[in-house]
């Protein structure tokens, strides 16, 4: 089959995402997109992963584009507080690659000076300076050796909607795509199983080669006409709840953070996200657990240590239901999911955005590869890459409730008796035996963060020498850091100046 047409039903991030990249990519494709006035946006799709810069890299997109369009900042790395006992300890994890070739030192340092200089939520500080960025809340107006790639290893919190619309009205548009309002009335099948076109409730009437699904959780090309089986991972996580708001700076200096700072409560745990005009917080958690009322409570005591009762009052606050699983394919015939119309994975590790753009730029590269020329093995290696993507997510996510050490609320405690998977459990092995010699993924920061640690060390006869240079190296790198601007004064000045 050639693709010489394309229709995407759904706007919103993921369908202008989509639109943006083929458009700019494939510009022989007559693309369509048809989206509803009568659907709004859930709204907490505004993290990011480091990843998110291969989307932007293939786009051409420059942050002082972009950025001010979306009230965009800048993200450093992920802070968990709480996750591990619950009494205010805070680990974080960094974005960019291993500072230190010999991961294993900070654990033997650990072993003879003690945990109260080597408490186990430095060790990211340790084998990775991009820490202290976090830590000291500010950016590097010039590049330093001791930091990694800038342009790479620095994800972005976003306004996700708001993202969509900058791609509409300064990509899509221009590149020619066809912009329709309207709702799916009927999809017509052709006796093959593939789409041959759609209708809408107004009378008109699209067809196409191929069919991009971005309805969200609603599914409704891949799940509701295509018939594609939903598969659930609420045995493995088992938050299915949120809370949304929209709240105000107080200090915009000192609580526009680098990182997306997540704190375990309860049932679940709090996100907290700096934009460049407003904090987006929210409260994930477990309906098994705790009901929405008491889930409410909960997070409005949490945001009293912020704002009054009356700022409280005025918040508005909603309610999303959260649907954790995937389909049992994503590509179907003609028809292929993007985004939450395929699958999700709560929000825990901003995985949100990171498998729209990851399945949108394997969408884009099977339809360059040959030129547009798609077959049925074609769809199947797209089908198995972005299904190899979401199961790693889920395990990866679900590993951050198991290896908590909390057992103040059944909800814990269930976490931990849940996990099952056998992929993460082998990289733990891998761990602990290995001397962290074979990692090379984020799974490291979150075994060591949580006390994971090998419990055979290797002797190093320099280690004296090497607690003298890491207290030095510290000094200097947070002597340096405090001359640095902080994220609200960097991006003042570099982004939103004009």
Not at 118 to 131: I, R, S
Not at 204 to 214: I, N
């Amino acid at each position: 089959m050639k693709i010489n047409s394309i229709t995407i039903v759904g706007g919103g991030s993921a369908g202008w995402m989509t639109a943006a990249m083929l458009s700019k990519h494939l510009p022989e494709i007559k693309i369509s997109l048809i989206e509803s006035n009568k659907i709004s946006t859930i709204g907490v799709g505004e993290s990011t992963l480091q990843f998110f810069n291969r989307y932007l890299s293939r786009m051409e997109l420059k942050d002082e584009d972009w950025m001010p369009h979306c009230n965009a900042t800048y993200k450093t790395s992920i802070g968990f507080k709480n996750f591990k006992y619950g009494k205010g300890e805070r680990f974080q994890y960094p974005f960019g690659l291993f500072n230190n070739s010999n991961l294993n030192q900070f654990f033997e340092l650990q072993l003879k000076y003690g945990k109260e200089l080597y408490p186990d939520e430095d060790f990211a500080n340790y084998v990775n300076y991009n820490t202290f960025i976090s830590d000291t809340n500010r950016l590097p107006v010039v590049p330093n050796f001791k930091f990694g790639n800038f342009d790479f290893d620095t994800a972005y919190h976003l306004d996700a909607e708001l993202f969509g619309k900058y791609l509409r009205d300064y990509i899509c548009i221009p590149n020619g795509v066809n912009h329709i309002i309207g709702d799916v009335k009927k999809l017509n099948i052709r006796t093959d199983g593939n789409i041959s076109s759609l209708l809408t409730e107004d009378g008109h009437l699209l067809e196409s080669d191929l069919f991009v699904d971005c309805t969200g959780f609603k599914s409704l090309l891949l799940e509701k006409f295509m018939n594609v089986p939903y598969v659930s991972f609420n045995n493995q996580l088992l938050n299915d709840r949120a809370i949304s708001v929209k709240t105000p700076y107080n200090d915009v200096e000192s609580e526009m953070l680098t990182y997306t700072d997540c704190v375990a409560m309860s049932a679940g745990w709090i996100w907290n996200i700096p934009l460049w005009h407003r904090l987006g917080r929210g409260y994930c958690y477990s309906s098994n657990h705790i009901n929405e009322s008491r889930a409410e409570i909960e997070f409005k005591n949490y945001l009293r240590q912020i704002y009054t009762s009356d700022e409280i009052d005025d918040f508005t606050f909603n309610h999303i239901q959260i649907r954790n699983g995937k389909h049992n394919i994503a590509w179907k015939k003609n028809c292929v999911a993007v985004g939450l119309s395929y699958g999700f994975i709560e929000p825990l590790e901003s995985t949100g955005l990171l498998t729209t753009h990851e399945t949108i730029l394997h969408l884009c590269d099977t339809l360059l590869r040959r030129d547009r020329f798609i077959s049925r093995i074609d769809v199947d290696v797209f089908n198995n890459e972005v299904d190899t993507i979401m199961e790693g997510l889920k395990d990866f996510v679900a590993i951050h409730y198991a290896l908590s050490q909390r057992s103040d609320t059944k909800y814990w405690r269930d976490c931990r008796d849940i996990f099952t998977s056998k992929k993460q459990l082998e990289k733990l092995n891998q761990l602990v035996f290995e001397y962290f010699a074979s990692g090379s993924d984020g799974l490291l920061y979150i075994g060591a963060g949580f006390g994971w640690r090998p419990t055979n060390q290797i002797t190093n006869a320099n280690i004296d020498a090497l607690h003298e240079q890491w207290q030095t190296d510290k000094e200097e790198l947070l002597n340096w850091m405090s001359l640095q601007p902080t994220h609200y004064q960097y991006l003042k000045k570099s982004i939103y100046s004009k």
